[in-house]
């Protein structure tokens, strides 16, 4: 699937999706914006995709909101609406079944921050630059910076990150715990797409159920999800994908 500023390439049970919207920087735009937030919720809601990856050409992961929506030209009816549909996508990539990794070369800042984090595994290139840079022009995060930041950093480090709107290096970002990983440029596409090849051999309800209860797990407490996990585990071994792995390892 093809549209201007947004691709899809379907790899078995892996979808490869990137903005290419190079002469802005990948930045979230109509043209960008409106093509992800469909043609992802169609890929979420696919039951033969098990792995969603997200990445950006030209060089660049994602700048944020094209500036020429805010600032002097903006129309807040067309930023809400657009703002709206980017919520609800990075709530399904967040919460929603599919694992999803984003691959980040060049600057992922902003919005594109947000859009870098709400996947679960987070890898980038030693070319990769993070910036919640809101406060520079005096504004507040949005497209879950808040609670991304937080979720992998911690309340203390979320906010040195969010107050200062310092640009932040790959090492550096490594070093903190905001991402998972760090590739050389020329690596990264072939790296990411073997890690997502190899997760999508897993069973998808199995990947699925992991993922929800990880998510789940920071919210309640540990007897909670000791009973989740009692409730849950007896069902997934009485599946066809449980005994065919079975099969597999044992004979």
Do not use: W
Request: hydrophobic share 45%.
């Amino acid at each position: 699937m093809t549209e201007k500023g947004f691709e899809v390439q379907r790899i078995g049970a892996v979808a490869r999706c990137s903005m290419n919207y190079p002469e802005k920087m990948n930045a979230l735009s109509p043209e960008t914006g409106e093509p992800m937030v469909e043609q992802v919720q169609e890929l979420i809601a696919d039951d033969t995709v098990s792995v969603i990856i997200l990445r950006g050409e030209g060089g660049n992961f994602c700048t944020g909101s094209d500036l020429a929506l805010i600032g002097d030209n903006l129309d807040p009816a067309t930023l809400c609406k657009l703002m709206r549909r980017m919520n609800a996508l990075l709530f399904d990539l967040h919460q929603g079944p599919k694992i999803v990794i984003t691959e980040v070369d060049g600057y992922a800042l902003g919005g594109g921050l947000g859009l870098a984090l709400a996947s679960d595994i987070t890898i980038a290139t030693e070319q990769a630059k993070f910036c919640c840079g809101f406060i520079r022009i005096g504004a507040v995060p949005d497209m879950g910076v808040t609670y991304f930041l937080t979720e992998r950093l911690g309340m203390v480090k979320a906010k040195e990150v969010a107050l200062t709107g310092d640009i932040i290096d790959a090492r550096q970002a490594l070093g903190m715990g905001l991402i998972n990983r760090v590739v050389p440029q020329d690596a990264i596409s072939e790296d990411v797409l073997q890690l997502a090849t190899r997760l999508a051999k897993a069973p998808p309800e199995a990947l699925a159920l992991t993922k929800r209860n990880l998510n789940r797990s920071r919210h309640i407490d540990l007897q909670t999800t000791l009973d989740l996990e009692a409730h849950m585990q007896p069902l997934m071994l009485l599946s066809e994908d449980h005994k065919a792995a079975i099969k597999k390892l044992f004979g």
